[in-house]
Nanobody, 124 residues
Framework: QVQLVESGGGLVQAGGSLRLSCELS????????MGWFRQAPGKEREFVVA????????YWGDSVKGRFTISRENEKNTVFLQMNSLKSDDTAVYYC?????????????????WGPGTQVTVSS
């Protein structure tokens, strides 16, 4: 059983920054790719990022590339999504996701596990 819990969402002005966290808990110790998706009202779910087990590699969605960064602390099974230069278009529910494997490309393979989501609202 794998559980993901997000935190750090909230309201921020355009141009500001926000950091999301996601902690993974599992019964067995394994290597997981972790990442983020988002979904704005009335829109389809959008891929944001997938980060490898080591944290050294990542796939990024085009709309956030260059503005967002990701890091992970495997001792805490936690990933951090640093969001800078936020725009109103970044307003969405952000979902943490994970899959068993050292580096899965979530653009082409759906994650196996999802968090409940955290709301990010960017005011213009």
């Amino acid at each position: 059983q794998v559980q993901l819990v997000e935190s750090g969402g909230g309201l921020v002005q355009a141009g500001g920054s926000l950091r999301l966290s996601c902690e993974l808990s599992a019964r067995t110790l394994s290597s997981y790719t972790m990442g983020w998706f988002r979904q704005a009202p009335g829109k389809e779910r959008e891929f944001v990022v997938a980060v490898s087990w080591t944290g050294n590699n990542a796939y990024w969605g085009d709309s956030v590339k260059g503005r967002f960064t990701i890091s992970r602390e495997n001792e805490k099974n936690t990933v951090f999504l640093q969001m800078n230069s936020l725009k109103s278009d970044d307003t969405a529910v952000y979902y943490c996701a994970a899959a068993l494997g050292v580096f899965i490309d979530f653009r082409f393979k759906d994650p196996s596990y999802w968090g409940p989501g955290t709301q990010v609202t960017v005011s213009s």
